[in-house]
């Protein structure tokens, strides 16, 4: 069975500088990982996918995520933090029938 | 473009009462869709898919269901609500082709008190 884990419960950076939220997975075959962001109350909004190709995927908002397939590690990156970033990260991992396993979320803090 | 709606917003239902709440995709057609439920703002644990009119897939047993009885409509019902049906529900959508595909979009939410 597929599998995500997100150590970290919070991260805490300061505006400006770079950020990174960890994610690794295991699943049979290959992965298709995801990253979203939950602001409060609010649904998930998607940034970024890896299916296949380039193992740094760029998505929205200046984000990006570095996929390390003998790390089993699709970690979240930004170079610069702002402080509207402040959320709640999801990394997922594709199973079958399209559907999604999601790791327990990661809250990122950043400070003015 | 595509737009996912769920409503209500909010709501607050007695113990035993029933539920239904209701998902809506436009701009897309015969799109996957899901259900899930997130408690205590984290964790999101898949309750329902499906990939097509009246096909419903259950992930987790309990006392709720769901039904798509129209191409872009999801609905997630109980008969009698309990108290762990508290939480803060979620529909997605993925399409079956193009760039939709494989990407699933969340609707806003619906948070259930259940006192």
């Known amino acids: 069975a597929q599998s995500v884990a997100q150590p970290e419960d919070q991260v805490n950076v300061a505006e400006g500088n770079p950020l990174t939220v960890k994610c690794t997975y295991s699943v049979s075959g290959n992965p298709y990982l995801f990253w979203y962001v939950q602001y409060p109350n609010r649904g998930l909004q998607f940034l970024l996918k890896y299916i296949t190709g380039d193992n740094l995927v760029k998505g929205s908002y200046g984000f990006e995520a570095e996929f390390n397939k003998s790390q089993t590690s699709f970690h979240l990156k930004k170079p610069s933090a702002l402080v509207s970033d402040s959320a709640l990260y999801f990394c997922a991992v594709m199973s079958g029938y399209s559907t999604l396993t999601f790791g327990k979320g990661t809250m990122l803090l950043v400070s003015p | 473009s595509q737009t996912i709606h769920q409503w209500p917003a909010t709501l607050v239902q007695p113990v035993g009462s029933p539920l239904s709440l209701e998902c809506t995709v436009e701009?897309?057609?015969?799109?996957?869709l899901y259900w899930y439920r997130q408690a205590a703002g984290r964790g999101l644990q898949l309750l329902f898919y499906?990939?097509?009119?009246?096909?419903i897939s259950s992930e987790v047993p309990q006392n709720l269901s769901a039904s798509r009885p129209q191409d872009r409509q999801f609905i997630l019902s109980s008969k009698k609500l309990l108290l762990s049906d508290s939480g803060f529900y979620l529909c997605a959508w993925s399409g079956t082709s193009g760039a939709s595909r494989d990407t699933q979009y969340f609707g806003p939410g619906t948070r259930l008190t259940v006192l």
């Open positions: 701009g897309t057609s015969n799109p996957n």
């Open positions: 499906s990939v097509g009119i009246g096909q």
